[in-house]
């Protein structure tokens, strides 16, 4: 039963902005739907008093109504005004027929957090503002009429149950919020591995590789050594000629996860541009970078890479004090260039 009154729209997924108001209206309807036909029951078999029975079937069909057309047409904006006025009609309704007595009052509590949540801020506001006027007026008759209050059963039982009320609805308000911080967090993790992250290759781009070297060269010193690798692909401006530039992408795509099962788990792999990766050794020295680039070098030529056969030429440069980001980043490069004029599939040291 609970399954079908819980109709899951798919113009409002769990992460769209009008998801929770959908699941609030349908709480509210469930709950008014169930509070009218209890009443309705009660006043023909218990009372005999059908022109109550008449008006609570009246709110029994309307409410069933909103539902229906709810199901149907899956317009939040429209529902959620149908919604609260009907919540606050039916409790003006009551309060004022208590005329505010055996705290009948504190049901309007009840008003502004469904007409926030509902309609916002600014309808919100109206809406609660015209509720707490009505019970002014009550209250003020009070007053003109002198009556003593009394606090009957009827009391205890109207705190009871509004205060019920509050703490499920502050539950599910609390189930929203939650709801949409983790997907707001969510959400932000994937903005941020977006800005960090080469979209052909999935590997660091160069915004991601320059502020990690920047991190690294703060840590250097004697026993903590950096090493860059400056990595191009031989020739692969064939390969985009002869097989279009959809499987040169190809090609780099199987390149770059070829190159992180390489590397150790210290090192940092990014794309530079192009075919052009780039590979940041962390504590690592000259003779140590030399070693794990022919090592590279080596394997790559080895391999198919995507039904090609590739090599790499490789500039390595170590960090010295003199050294900026740029520079470091250059010397590289020209290790890399003299790699190429010396027939490529080498490695050179700058």
């Not at 499920?168 to 960090?196: C, D, G």
Request: glycine share 6%; net charge neutral; charged share 20%.
């Amino acid at each position: 039963m609970l399954r079908f009154w819980f109709k899951e729209f798919p113009q409002y997924p769990c992460d769209h902005t009008d998801y929770w108001r959908t699941r609030l209206i349908s709480y509210a309807l469930l709950v008014t739907t169930s509070y009218f036909l209890l009443l309705t029951i009660i006043n023909i078999v218990t009372f005999s008093n059908f022109s109550l029975a008449l008006l609570d079937g009246t709110g029994l069909l309307f409410s069933l109504g909103i539902f229906a057309w709810f199901r149907a047409t899956g317009n939040v904006t429209v529902a959620s005004w149908a919604v609260t006025i009907m919540v606050t009609a039916l409790i003006l309704l009551f309060v004022t027929s208590a005329k505010g007595y055996s705290h009948s009052l504190y049901w309007a509590t009840l008003v502004p957090p469904f007409a926030f949540f509902l309609l916002g801020r600014k309808f919100g506001t109206a809406v609660s503002t015209f509720t707490f006027f009505i019970c002014v007026l009550v209250v003020y008759k009070q007053m003109e009429t002198q009556q003593p209050g009394y606090f009957a059963f009827g009391s205890l039982l109207n705190v009871i149950e509004v205060s019920v009320a509050h703490i499920l609805l502050f539950r599910f308000y609390e189930q929203a919020r939650s709801s949409a911080y983790n997907t707001l967090a969510i959400r932000n993790t994937e903005i941020l591995q977006l800005a960090e992250t080469d979209k052909l290759t999935g590997l660091f781009n160069r915004e991601k590789l320059e502020s990690t070297l920047i991190t690294l060269l703060s840590k250097v010193d004697e026993q903590h050594p950096l090493s860059v690798m400056l990595l191009d692909v031989d020739h692969f401006k064939k390969i985009n000629d002869q097989y279009g530039h959809f499987e040169g992408d190809k090609v780099l795509r199987v390149l770059a996860k070829k190159l992180q099962e390489l590397m150790r788990e210290e090192d940092v792999v990014a794309r530079w541009g192009g075919e052009e990766f780039v590979v940041l050794c962390a504590t690592t020295s000259l003779e140590k970078a030399m070693q794990l680039a022919q090592r590279i070098r080596e394997d790559i030529a080895k391999q198919v890479i995507s039904g090609h056969a590739l090599t790499i030429s490789v500039g390595v440069a170590q960090y010295v004090p003199s050294d900026s980001l740029d520079s470091l980043l250059g010397r590289a490069d020209v290790g890399l260039y003299q790699a190429k004029n010396n027939g490529r599939n080498s490695v050179i040291a700058a």
